[in-house]
């Protein structure tokens, strides 16, 4: 593409998004993207650092010749360019895991893709090719590829994407660690089309179901056992363009353990007409990932509405409201706006209690146990809650899996005031959320996405059953006061089988 020809693609998206949401919203955006840059700028020193050497791969090759697990990688292939799968099918012959078989299915109408494999063929008895009759469509071509699968695990592989030399090692590393996992995915990033260049590492959680949700953050590398995907059913053509997510979800429902290696892995080829580089070249494919979460919540029997959000990919999920009327909490939220929520106390079943944000921030429970439904904490005295605060954190918290409820919490200064932190993410260039302004995203959208987290925030709502058990494993005798600090109340709760939810929708603003 040319310089100009790329300039002009970026205005006319950039007028199309101030058109729709305003220009200060723009310019938050890609202010957040230049700071994101600037923060990540010696990633590509970094991940040399991390390749193995020499000798490191040797050790992996001898280790690899011990093991029987067999990986089949899955490539729908339709013309591809000839550099790009060049580059996709030699990134695999380097992998210094040797057990493995690239099954492509080429849905070309060309001869292309054939032409350029025919050298690979020859040499190497692994790769396994199949020119089908015509373009069956991304779902239906992967289908194809699965069934020619013969490995225990097959993982997804784009036709222009690029595997690092230790990726399947890695994974069968895990698998000898986890022999309960049934699902396996990795870190991964972006690299120009000329390979040049990597750039925007994305840096994982452990399985996160809440944020698979909002967002297919699993994506690539994504590795399952064989029985597992046909089980599911393989890949479904009329989620085409986020066919991925929805396979991820079929999987993941089914397995008995998802295991998450968090080590760049996998490179995502960003060129002109790839969604990771222009979001708008593929709008059909954000609408069939709405669907995908739809789908996804009406087999686990879960009663939400699902929306876009202004960033293509990610999205909103509204659960239903159940326990509560949602004119007894609006009249309750209207109550909040003229008063603090000190003279809201115990009004439609909620307690609130206030706790110091000093201090190591100890929360302090009176020892009787609970008779109210929910029970507020928070260390906001004069708050204004944003639309819908309460009934967002009801909904949450009302379900069954979920123990506490988080708020969004902004201080006097307009700045989040408090970390948004999940388990298993290895982020050597983060930057904590604390402190970001107002309408800033976070990390790839992390302060603005409802996600599973490892710590509560500066409020948050929980249930009087889960209230109850806390108080009672933690009373001593004697003692008309239990205390615990948010890090041991927040591992405690999770200890005890219960999600702690973030939900970025119940927005909380400090007054001054």
Not at 62 to 77: H, M, N, Y
Request: glycine share 8%; hydrophobic share 35%; with cysteine.
């Amino acid at each position: 593409m040319g310089r100009g020809k790329k300039i002009c693609g970026l205005m006319g998206r950039g007028m199309r998004y101030v058109r729709t949401y305003g220009g200060a919203r723009l310019y938050r955006k890609i202010r957040e993207r230049r700071l994101q840059n600037r923060t990540e700028r010696h990633y590509p020193r970094w991940l040399l650092g991390k390749q193995p050497g020499k000798e490191e791969k040797r050790a992996q090759r001898e280790w690899g010749r011990e093991q029987k697990t067999k990986f089949s990688i899955l490539v729908p292939a339709y013309e591809t360019p000839p550099e790009f799968l060049r580059q996709m099918v030699e990134s695999v012959c380097s992998q210094t895991y040797e057990n493995w078989e690239l099954c492509i299915a080429d849905g070309s109408l060309s001869g292309q893709v054939e032409e350029v494999l025919k050298p690979y063929l020859k040499k190497d008895s692994r790769i396994r090719y199949e020119r089908l009759k015509e373009n069956l469509g991304i779902s239906r071509n992967t289908n194809a590829a699965l069934s020619m699968a013969s490995g225990e695990y097959v993982g997804l592989l784009d036709h222009d994407d690029i595997l690092f030399p230790q990726a399947l090692y890695q994974i069968a590393k895990a698998v000898e660690a986890h022999p309960r996992a049934e699902c396996f995915y990795t870190d991964e990033d972006k690299v120009s089309f000329d390979r040049k260049q990597h750039f925007q590492p994305h840096f994982k959680p452990d399985f996160n179901l809440e944020l698979l949700r909002s967002n297919n953050y699993i994506c690539h590398f994504f590795v399952a056992k064989r029985a597992l995907a046909q089980k599911a059913g393989g890949f479904r053509e009329e989620f085409d363009g986020a066919q991925d997510h929805d396979f991820i979800f079929r999987c993941v429902e089914g397995a008995r353990e998802v295991v998450h290696i968090p080590e760049i892995l996998y490179s995502w080829r960003c060129h002109a007409s790839s969604t990771a580089s222009d979001p708008e070249s593929k709008l059909y494919a954000y609408e069939a990932g709405k669907r995908a979460v739809e789908a996804h919540l009406k087999r686990q029997g879960v009663e939400a509405k699902v929306f876009h959000t202004a960033n293509y990919g990610f999205y909103r999920v509204r659960y239903r409201l159940r326990s509560c009327a949602a004119s007894e909490l609006e009249a309750w939220e209207k109550g909040l706006l003229r008063k603090s929520f000190e003279k809201c106390n115990g009004q439609n079943g909620i307690k609130v209690v206030y706790y110091g944000k000093i201090c190591n921030k100890i929360v302090i429970f009176p020892q009787k146990t609970a008779t109210d439904k929910y029970i507020l904490f928070t260390c906001v005295k004069k708050g204004r809650p944003g639309k819908d605060f309460l009934r967002e954190l009801v909904s949450v918290c009302e379900r069954q899996e979920t123990g506490i409820a988080c708020a969004r919490v902004y201080g006097a200064d307009g700045r989040l005031s408090h970390p948004v932190e999940m388990e298993g993410v290895h982020n050597p260039f983060f930057q904590t959320m604390e402190g970001l302004k107002e309408g800033y995203l976070g990390y790839f959208h992390r302060a603005c996405l409802q996600q599973e987290t490892a710590r509560v925030t500066d409020c948050f709502l929980m249930r009087g059953e889960v209230y109850a058990r806390l108080v009672g494993e933690n009373r001593k005798d004697g003692e008309e006061l239990v205390s615990l600090s948010l890090e041991r109340l927040s591992a405690q709760v999770r200890r005890m089988g219960y999600r702690i939810v973030y939900n970025p929708w119940a927005v909380l603003y400090e007054r001054k």
